[in-house]
């Protein structure tokens, strides 16, 4: 394997090699030509006239079973085991036996490695073990592109050409940028170890240094005895002195593998048992594994964890997945990020929007396919990424930055332009906020405060529950950026996704209309009171503002508004400063609240619309669910009816209402929330010039107008009458 040669010698060589050793008529290598298709490679004992004709789908067959359950096949009967498929140009109609044992890297099939005879026989043990040594050294090979070669050969080399992915849009815009990999891939120049003794010499240097990093996170300050932290980190570290895990790599090695390619060979196994894993308790401890094999890997290659400081300029972070507390460490030096797994309502996206950084989630396969230091191209409008662009490629993308930035420039001119129709309807736009990095955005955005503070993204990046100081400091720093705007601050909207690390997390079957938000503050109401208390010692004097997330009857908001009428009292009683004024409000993200009594309406404050929530719970649609999440249009008339209809019961109690969301963002769904009564939207900054460029050059009665009479037509949607309408304004959006 380590001898010199083009491709297709060097596979030529190993069948023939591997089948004298296996005293087998037939040993085969079928590798990947594309995404589905498997290919013959390289045989000896078939029919020579069938190498690089042959072709079988992922799945198909035996050879292709083996390729798509990334699982070893050994049968003493081939044509009579199920999925048998007769390859007539092959001449193995005469072969019995068959072992087939894929060849994978890191989990992924690339392609498959076969030994057949014609006597019926089963395989041992000690022989697919051997085989399956021989394919993770042949995939690694192949990771390096060793039989990528001319003529038939020329099969596409890994981490060379373009790779194109559409994903899931977590963030918009668009960024061109340097893939930096979060957990960078390990490529071993040579897979084959000459001197086993020394290899496991490295290894157990690198297992010390293993255990002794997790030893240090154990010990560290923030995780406490007894927390649900130190837990995981306890497992974490058993794993790290597991013999039997421990004894499979010392296997490989002994077998003649480099250190580094026995760590991926048990590591490719504990992927594909991940895949196939349906207990959540149980994938989420073999992700542990996974994840201190890359450890392992870095410490065996002598690679650090790329540092802050070592980032390249544009840098675009690409991983598998990412927590908040981690995007936070790499800030604002990122000017993009790539996801290959994600939803939109986990903490790495609020983070990204918090920091106004593309991103796009579910990229498949983007792990594999990146190196460090390869061009991406971001496209969070569309959810698009392009690795190694092709030239046309790459020039498409800089006309639609141009344009982007040409419009950022028309925005900008609007900064301190009120949202004002050609009706003379003005709409109030507010930006959305959770982490004080927002807050310089409030005057560059044109926004007229804040409409919605995310209080629990300071919870979710900590191991600890921050101290009331702590947080008192924090809403203190966040009123004083405001300087004077309104600051709504919504308490802790926590459980369902947000799941704090040092919360026990609740086992639902389904948290997003469970135990969360204000029905949790309720149930923990220390929680909730050192939270006002917080709040009112940052407020200092000033007027705050207060609303309660997830709100489904009166009751819950009587309950919650007492609890910070009492502690207002208290405030008073110990001679602390209190708020010069205090607004108690409510967020609608359930029906029920819409139909409340009359007294509720009465009773609060103000009330905030979470679009978000409602949209899910009025279409009975996950939003985190890509089948059906984008099923059901902001523009629905039995949506807009019902958004309708609490603008007109506010109106009549003389509530002030609010919309936030993402749908207050969109230009298109903003206008037709302030025709439908909503006449102001919080959003995040970004958004703000878009929206106000659209209201600006509108009428929003003429809107309600248009609106109304798609209702009133059965359509199921205003979307077309409204684009429409727009069009024959000469209004593109």
Same mark, same amino acid.
């Given at each position: 394997?380590?001898?010199?040669?083009? =491709?297709?010698?060097?596979?030529?060589?190993?069948?023939?090699?591997?089948?004298?050793?296996?005293?087998?008529?037939?040993?085969?290598?079928?590798?990947?030509?594309?995404? &589905?298709?498997?290919?013959?490679?390289?045989?000896?004992?078939? /029919?020579?006239?069938?190498?690089?004709?042959?072709?079988?789908?992922?799945?198909?067959? #035996?050879?292709?079973?083996?390729?798509?359950?990334?699982?070893?096949?050994?049968?003493?009967?081939?044509?009579?085991?199920? %999925?048998?498929?007769?390859?007539?140009?092959?001449?193995?109609?005469?072969?019995?036996?068959?072992?087939?044992? +894929?060849?994978? !890297?890191?989990?992924?099939?690339?392609?498959?490695?076969?030994?057949?005879?014609?006597?019926?026989?089963?395989?041992?043990?000690?022989?697919?073990?051997?085989?399956?040594?021989?394919?993770?050294?042949?995939?690694?090979?192949?990771?390096?592109?060793?039989?990528?070669?001319?003529?038939?050969?020329?099969?596409?080399?890994?981490?060379?050409?373009?790779?194109?992915?559409?994903?899931?849009?977590?963030?918009?815009?668009?960024?061109?940028?340097?893939?930096?990999?979060?957990?960078?891939?390990?490529?071993? *120049?040579?897979?084959?170890?000459?001197? +086993?003794?020394?290899?496991?010499?490295?290894?157990?240097? *690198?297992?010390?240094?293993?255990? %002794?990093?997790?030893?240090?996170?154990?010990?560290?300050?923030?995780?406490?005895?007894?927390?649900?932290? #130190?837990?995981?980190?306890?497992?974490?570290?058993?794993?790290?002195?597991?013999?039997?895990?421990?004894?499979?790599?010392?296997?490989?090695?002994?077998?003649?593998? *480099?250190?580094?390619?026995?760590?991926?060979?048990?590591?490719?196994?504990? !992927?594909?048992?991940?895949?196939?894993?349906?207990?959540?308790?149980?994938?989420?401890?073999?992700?542990?594994?996974?994840?201190?094999?890359?450890?392992?890997?870095?410490?065996?290659?002598?690679?650090?964890?790329?540092?802050?400081?070592?980032?390249? /300029?544009?840098?675009? #972070?690409?991983?598998?997945?990412? @927590?908040?507390?981690?995007?936070?460490?790499?800030?604002?030096?990122?000017?993009?990020?790539?996801?290959?797994? $994600?939803?939109? @309502?986990?903490?790495?996206?609020?983070?990204?929007?918090?920091?106004?950084?593309?991103?796009?989630?579910?990229?498949?396969?983007?792990?594999?396919?990146?190196?460090?230091?390869?061009?991406?191209?971001?496209?969070?409008?569309?959810?698009?990424?392009?690795?190694?662009?092709?030239?046309?490629?790459?020039?498409?993308?800089?006309?639609?930055?141009?344009?982007?930035?040409?419009?950022?420039?028309?925005?900008?001119?609007?900064?301190?332009?009120?949202?004002?129709?050609?009706?003379?309807?003005?709409?109030?736009?507010?930006?959305?906020? =959770?982490?004080?990095?927002?807050?310089?955005?409030?005057?560059?955005?044109?926004?007229?405060?804040?409409?919605?503070?995310?209080?629990?993204?300071?919870?979710?990046?900590?191991?600890?529950?921050?101290?009331?100081?702590?947080?008192?400091?924090?809403? %203190?720093?966040?009123?004083?950026?405001?300087?004077?705007?309104?600051?709504?601050?919504?308490?802790?909207?926590?459980?369902?996704?947000?799941?704090?690390?040092?919360? /026990? +997390?609740?086992?639902? +079957?389904?948290?997003?209309? @469970?135990?969360? *938000?204000?029905?949790?503050?309720?149930?923990?109401? @220390?929680?909730?009171?050192?939270?006002?208390?917080?709040?009112?010692? =940052?407020?200092?004097?000033?007027?705050?503002?207060?609303?309660?997330?997830?709100?489904?009857?009166?009751?819950?908001?009587?309950?919650?508004?007492?609890?910070?009428?009492?502690?207002?009292?208290?405030?008073?009683?110990?001679?602390?400063?209190?708020?010069?004024?205090?607004?108690?409000?409510?967020?609608?993200?359930?029906?029920?609240?819409?139909?409340?009594?009359?007294?509720?309406?009465?009773?609060?404050?103000?009330?905030?619309?979470?679009?978000?929530?409602?949209?899910?719970?009025?279409?009975?649609?996950?939003?985190?669910?890509?089948?059906?999440?984008?099923?059901?249009?902001?523009?629905?008339?039995?949506?807009?009816?019902?958004?309708?209809?609490?603008?007109?019961?506010?109106?009549?109690?003389?509530?002030?209402?609010?919309?936030?969301?993402?749908?207050?963002?969109?230009?298109?769904?903003?206008?037709?929330?302030?025709?439908?009564?909503?006449?102001? #939207?919080?959003?995040?900054?970004?958004?703000?010039?878009?929206?106000?460029?659209?209201?600006? &050059?509108?009428?929003?009665?003429?809107?309600?107008?248009?609106?109304?009479?798609? !209702?009133?037509? $059965?359509?199921?949607?205003?979307?077309?009458?409204?684009?429409?309408?727009?069009?024959?304004?000469?209004?593109?959006?």
């Amino acid at each position: 394997m380590a001898s010199k040669g083009g =491709g297709q010698e060097r596979l030529d060589h190993i069948v023939t090699l591997i089948a004298e050793t296996m005293e087998t008529q037939v040993c085969s290598v079928y590798l990947r030509r594309d995404e &589905r298709t498997l290919e013959l490679c390289a045989t000896e004992g078939l /029919k020579a006239e069938a190498v690089h004709q042959t072709r079988l789908r992922v799945g198909q067959g #035996l050879v292709g079973q083996v390729a798509d359950r990334g699982l070893p096949l050994n049968t003493a009967n081939a044509p009579k085991t199920p %999925g048998f498929r007769y390859m007539p140009e092959t001449g193995e109609e005469v072969f019995s036996s068959f072992l087939g044992v +894929p060849i994978q !890297r890191l989990g992924e099939s690339l392609g498959v490695l076969v030994v057949q005879s014609s006597e019926e026989r089963a395989f041992s043990e000690d022989e697919v073990h051997g085989l399956e040594i021989i394919a993770m050294v042949i995939a690694e090979m192949a990771e390096l592109g060793t039989f990528v070669g001319d003529g038939p050969m020329a099969m596409a080399a890994p981490h060379r050409f373009p790779f194109f992915v559409r994903g899931v849009v977590g963030q918009e815009g668009v960024t061109e940028g340097t893939v930096v990999l979060h957990e960078p891939q390990i490529l071993v *120049a040579n897979p084959v170890a000459d001197d +086993p003794e020394a290899e496991r010499r490295r290894l157990h240097t *690198a297992l010390h240094q293993l255990r %002794g990093e997790v030893d240090r996170l154990m010990a560290a300050d923030g995780v406490e005895r007894g927390s649900e932290a #130190l837990e995981v980190l306890e497992t974490y570290a058993m794993f790290a002195r597991d013999k039997g895990w421990i004894a499979r790599i010392e296997t490989g090695i002994d077998n003649g593998l *480099a250190a580094e390619v026995a760590v991926e060979k048990e590591q490719s196994a504990t !992927r594909t048992r991940m895949a196939k894993m349906t207990d959540a308790y149980l994938r989420d401890r073999l992700h542990d594994l996974d994840d201190l094999s890359n450890r392992l890997l870095r410490l065996l290659a002598g690679e650090a964890k790329t540092a802050q400081a070592e980032l390249p /300029k544009n840098a675009v #972070l690409v991983a598998r997945n990412i @927590g908040p507390a981690e995007l936070l460490d790499y800030g604002k030096k990122l000017s993009g990020v790539v996801l290959e797994e $994600g939803s939109v @309502g986990s903490h790495a996206v609020i983070v990204a929007r918090a920091l106004a950084i593309p991103l796009v989630l579910q990229a498949a396969k983007i792990t594999r396919q990146a190196l460090n230091g390869d061009t991406i191209l971001v496209d969070g409008d569309e959810g698009l990424c392009h690795l190694r662009p092709e030239e046309t490629v790459r020039n498409a993308f800089h006309e639609k930055v141009a344009m982007r930035a040409e419009a950022q420039h028309a925005y900008a001119a609007l900064r301190d332009q009120p949202a004002l129709a050609t009706c003379g309807r003005r709409v109030t736009l507010m930006m959305n906020a =959770g982490l004080m990095a927002d807050l310089p955005s409030l005057v560059g955005s044109g926004a007229e405060g804040v409409g919605l503070y995310r209080t629990e993204l300071q919870f979710l990046i900590r191991s600890t529950v921050p101290r009331r100081r702590a947080q008192a400091e924090l809403y %203190g720093r966040v009123m004083d950026a405001a300087k004077g705007q309104r600051v709504v601050f919504r308490t802790l909207d926590i459980g369902s996704d947000k799941v704090l690390p040092y919360l /026990k +997390p609740q086992d639902e +079957p389904n948290p997003a209309m @469970g135990w969360r *938000a204000i029905r949790l503050g309720l149930d923990r109401r @220390g929680v909730m009171r050192m939270q006002v208390q917080s709040l009112m010692r =940052g407020a200092n004097g000033r007027p705050l503002s207060v609303m309660f997330p997830m709100v489904a009857q009166f009751d819950e908001f009587r309950a919650a508004r007492q609890i910070v009428l009492d502690e207002y009292a208290r405030e008073q009683d110990l001679g602390h400063t209190v708020p010069e004024s205090l607004e108690i409000g409510a967020m609608l993200e359930t029906p029920s609240l819409a139909f409340a009594p009359d007294a509720f309406f009465e009773l609060t404050d103000f009330l905030s619309i979470g679009g978000n929530d409602l949209k899910q719970f009025f279409f009975a649609a996950d939003r985190e669910n890509e089948r059906v999440r984008r099923r059901y249009d902001t523009l629905n008339v039995s949506y807009l009816t019902f958004l309708g209809q609490i603008a007109d019961r506010t109106a009549t109690h003389g509530t002030p209402v609010s919309f936030c969301g993402e749908d207050a963002g969109r230009p298109v769904e903003a206008m037709a929330l302030a025709a439908m009564g909503i006449n102001t #939207l919080s959003m995040r900054p970004a958004s703000i010039g878009p929206v106000k460029h659209l209201i600006r &050059r509108v009428s929003i009665e003429e809107a309600r107008r248009v609106i109304d009479e798609a !209702r009133c037509s $059965g359509a199921q949607s205003v979307r077309p009458a409204v684009m429409a309408w727009l069009a024959d304004q000469g209004i593109t959006v």
